[in-house]
């Protein structure tokens, strides 16, 4: 029974990881704006929070504040990156497509350089103890969660509630529909874009700094990141567009992700070395699945954002 | 007429799109954002290096070894050409579909099956038939492989018109995890590293590796030009992607059409793939492609999906890809230095086709245009 529970636990912390990035995708994609940069920028938070950490975690201040330190920074960095997204599909009206992907190849190749001269025992050896609050220490497997996963659930059911029972969530609702109606009725388009892609990739950048600062908490966490970016954009489609469902959806998806090595500890599952690479697929077959179903059903509240990719010039008709 | 006089707020700036731009011009503002992102570049590139050498350089260095990177040697020369065509064959086959308006961004899946198709032929059949049959059946296998891993997202696309861009994306993952399982059966030793097979290498032609490759893809090239200006096709390709209303008034069948070419695309990539497979590597990794099928879209888009303008593209990528290595060998840096450069020149250049398509007034300046690239 315990191994049930050990592989439960695990998967939600780990799911956390996608739990930050879709969120902030799932902002970005309702303003109208699919944002393939979300792995470049989960992986610039990552790196902008260990950063902070290498800079100041010698100078002797107190713990919290270090540990705030690196989140803000985390924050910073990855809000920075959301901004140079956001100036170049918002105000120069780039392909979006085009630019989230380079500004992938960007943040993954900067967080490799920045990451590969840190020093790991400064940035890891402080502050995990702190980030488990408050179940450091504890033998068991509830110590894998911590503040960051918890605040990870907040931010996800809070963006569900300001997208879908605030007056600012109905009209970033609108801006994603229909940008030109939600124009003529005077809201500020750019504005609103900018602000979800901005706030966006600010949690999703603290996802990368989660998934390599608490999750891992190893030197090489940083080179599968990625990956887990990508994942992200699909847990957004799994979760049909609702911040409030990536929770089940993350866990769902870490269940998947991280079964593979929890199955060969099960005596009567027999599992060879080959069946570790489907298990591992299965995450995106079934994002392809409910994107399949959820087309055939065609339900209006279940599809995209009508302008999802689609930049927006107001003299355009 | 009322009195009360109405005080107009004027902005500061004023947008309006081009109808048209003089195709020099155009190319000005390209070449002109280029300069400013290596200028850019270099900077970026000094200060990290400074950072982490302690010691500074000479900026002049860098754009020496970003030439090195590339010219230096006959041997780098060639590897340049070779990437280029690597990277131009997945551009070219991601074209049709992005004239569609297809956004086709599995252009790495679809290669990356195309490669395990070709190898597979090779792991089963390579000791029983003679190498021109091998080559011909491996040939084959890649281009189905593409061909049905362009062609379920685009089934879906025509028939419930379900969202091609994140269905494509997926596809990629899936085949990623595909290779890994077949290495696994294939490979029992454990090692996770399948031994080349040497039955399965195409013929070497001109005295180099390389010449067979950068041949194919630029006849690909010149096919695809034609096919995409002067077919009937290629012609129903671009009304699809205008507006699918019009295709459908004027009697041309969308769903078709949508598959036609996605057929076509995937069979594209897969042949890039059964290069890759067949022409350099003779085995297969999960990286095999290594992200080029990403990189390619860049490449499709930054060459208005003309496969003329695309060899320019591409060269330019692997350009700043090998001059960056260089870079990164020559001042010991991390390798992911490229990634860096190459994403720092791209979001220069896709801020320059703002000022491309549209014209910017400022207030109480008449008419006047914005010169220059500028961005992020």
């Known amino acids: ?317 | 007429m009322s009195q009360q006089s109405v005080k107009l707020h004027e902005p500061l700036v004023h947008l309006s799109k081009r109808d048209t731009i003089a195709p020099l011009k155009a190319w000005l503002i390209r070449l002109a954002a280029i300069v400013l992102g290596l200028v850019v570049c270099g900077l970026v590139a000094f200060v990290l290096i400074e950072k982490i050498q302690q010691k500074p350089e000479k900026i002049w260095d860098f754009y020496n070894a970003f030439i090195r990177g590339s010219f230096s040697t006959p041997r780098k020369l060639w590897k340049f050409l070779k990437n280029l065509s690597i990277l131009l064959c997945i551009a070219l086959g991601l074209t049709p579909a992005f004239r569609m308006r297809f956004w086709n961004i599995g252009g790495e899946g679809q290669t990356l099956v195309g490669v395990l198709g070709a190898i597979a032929v090779a792991f089963y059949a390579g000791d029983r038939l003679p190498s021109w049959a091998l080559l011909t059946l491996m040939l084959l296998a890649a281009l189905l492989a593409g061909a049905v891993w362009a062609v379920i997202p685009a089934l879906f696309k025509a028939k419930w018109n379900t969202n091609e861009t994140l269905f494509t994306l997926m596809m990629n993952y899936v085949a990623t995890f595909l290779v890994s399982f077949f290495l696994e059966v294939w490979v029992t030793n454990g090692s996770g590293a399948l031994p080349k097979l040497k039955q399965a290498k195409l013929p070497v032609v001109g005295g180099n590796d390389y010449l067979l490759i950068i041949l194919v893809v630029l006849a690909l090239d010149a096919a695809l030009f034609v096919y995409m200006n002067f077919s009937k096709q290629g012609y129903e390709i671009s009304v699809v992607g205008e507006s699918v209303r019009t295709a459908q008034y004027v009697g041309i069948n969308v769903r078709k059409v949508i598959i036609r070419t996605m057929i076509l695309s995937g069979m594209l990539c897969g042949l890039t793939g059964y290069l890759i497979g067949a022409g350099l590597d003779q085995s297969i990794t999960a990286n095999s492609v290594g992200g080029q099928g990403f990189t390619a879209i860049m490449v499709a888009w930054l060459g208005k999906f003309n496969p003329i303008f695309m060899i320019l593209t591409s060269g330019l990528i692997q350009l700043l890809n090998q001059g960056a290595a260089q870079i990164s060998q020559d001042f010991n840096v991390s390798g992911a230095l490229p990634e860096v450069i190459v994403g720092i020149i791209l979001f220069f250049i896709i801020g320059s086709e703002f000022f491309i398509n549209y014209q910017v007034h400022f207030r109480g300046c008449g008419k006047k245009t914005a010169k220059g690239g500028k961005a992020a």
């Not at chain 1, 509830?142 to 918890?150: E, P, R, T, Y």
């Not at chain 1, 029972?165 to 801006?175: E, F, Q």
């Open chain 1, 1 to 317: 029974m315990n191994i049930w529970l050990n592989f439960l636990i695990d998967s939600l912390a780990f799911g956390a990881t996608f739990m930050y990035g879709s969120t902030g995708e799932i902002l970005t994609e309702k303003a109208g704006h699919l944002n393939l940069g979300i792995p470049g920028i989960m992986c610039m938070g990552g790196a902008g929070g260990c950063l902070m950490l290498n800079l100041i975690g010698k100078s002797g201040l107190p713990p919290v504040l270090i540990v705030t330190a690196g989140i803000l920074s985390a924050l910073a960095m990855s809000m920075l990156m959301g901004l140079i997204y956001s100036f170049l599909t918002v105000t120069l009206r780039a392909n979006q497509n085009v630019t989230g992907l380079a500004l992938t190849t960007f943040g993954v190749g900067l967080m490799k350089v920045i990451m590969s001269k840190l020093d790991a025992t400064v940035y890891l050896v402080g502050p995990k103890a702190l980030y488990r609050w408050p179940f450091a220490g504890r033998q068991d497997s509830m110590q894998c969660l911590g503040v960051l996963f918890f605040l990870a659930i907040a931010v996800a059911i809070a963006s569900s509630w300001v997208l879908y029972r605030t007056k600012v969530g109905l009209h970033l609702r609108a801006v994603g529909e229909n940008p030109a109606t939600a124009d003529a009725v005077g809201i500020n388009v750019s504005r609103y874009k900018y602000a979800a892609t901005c706030i966006g990739s600010g949690i999703a950048g603290l996802g990368g700094f989660y998934y390599i600062i608490d999750y891992m908490a190893s030197q090489e966490a940083y080179l599968s990141l990625e990956a887990f970016g990508w994942l992200s954009i699909a847990l957004v489609i799994f979760a049909l567009w609702r911040p409030h469902v990536t929770i089940i959806g993350s866990t769902v998806f870490g269940l998947l992700f991280s079964c593979s090595s929890y199955i060969t500890n099960i005596d009567w599952i027999r599992v060879t070395m080959s069946t570790k690479p489907l298990l591992k697929m299965l995450p995106y077959v079934v994002t392809v699945l409910v994107l399949i179903i959820s087309s055939i059903r065609n339900k209006r509240e279940n599809q995209p954002p009508s302008s999802l990719g689609l930049s927006y010039f107001r003299e355009d008709r």
